[in-house]
């Protein structure tokens, strides 16, 4: 297989299975998140293996991709295998900043964890901050690949401000359902997200005392 096919393979593979799961996956953890009952507790433990499993998908093709040797004489060939990368790098950070988010909403059900209104803030931020970044790298794959099937892609002045992100917002449709949470700069929001402990997989806790 010439590494043509081996990126075309990739990418494919990319959008039938790791995306497709990720949509489902996302739907279903945000329509837990939204109807946690007065009494009784949820657990985000399948939901955050999810995100996990995905990653781990991602991270496989991401492998795959840093293999493949493309000839510098073939510059579409390469403008392809950065752009496939690029997505991939971004979509890895995503599913880690999911599981961290829902791994925080598992906690935060229980008063003795003191998760605050900021920490949640921050977390939901960041879900945000990675979610734009991931749709507008796998709008740059998705542009590429068709330019290199030889389809027309629109390149104007419109196109280029739907990619345009602010701290407030998450401009693409691809990207609506999150709320708009953040009045910390990117780099703020970035710095004390990367250095916020996680650890995922399933609680148990003791039921409080009502």
Known sequence: MDHTAK?????ERYFNGALAEY????????TAGKKIPLFRKVDFSGHIQKFQDIKSQAEALLAEA??????ESDEMGLELLRALKGS??????????????YDLMDRRQYRKNKVTVDD???SLTGV??????AVESLDLLERTWRYSHG????????DEEELEYEDEEIAPKDAKGLNRIS????????????ARPTVYGKRVYEEEES
Do not use: Y
Not at 88 to 101: G, I, P, S, Y
Not at 151 to 158: D, L, N, Q, R, S
């Open 66 to 71: 840093d293999a493949i040797e493309v000839p």
């Open 128 to 133: 945000q901050t990675g979610t734009g970044r």
């Open 23 to 30: 949509r489902e996956a996302a739907m279903a953890a945000m």
């Open 183 to 194: 009045e910390k700069s990117e780099e703020e929001i970035e710095r004390e997200d990367r």
């Open 88 to 101: 991939l790098e971004d979509f890895v950070e995503l599913q880690k900043r999911n599981a961290a988010h």
């Open 120 to 122: 949640f803030r921050l």
């Open 7 to 11: 990126i075309e393979s990739i990418i």
């Open 151 to 158: 389809e027309e892609v629109e390149t104007g002045k419109e």
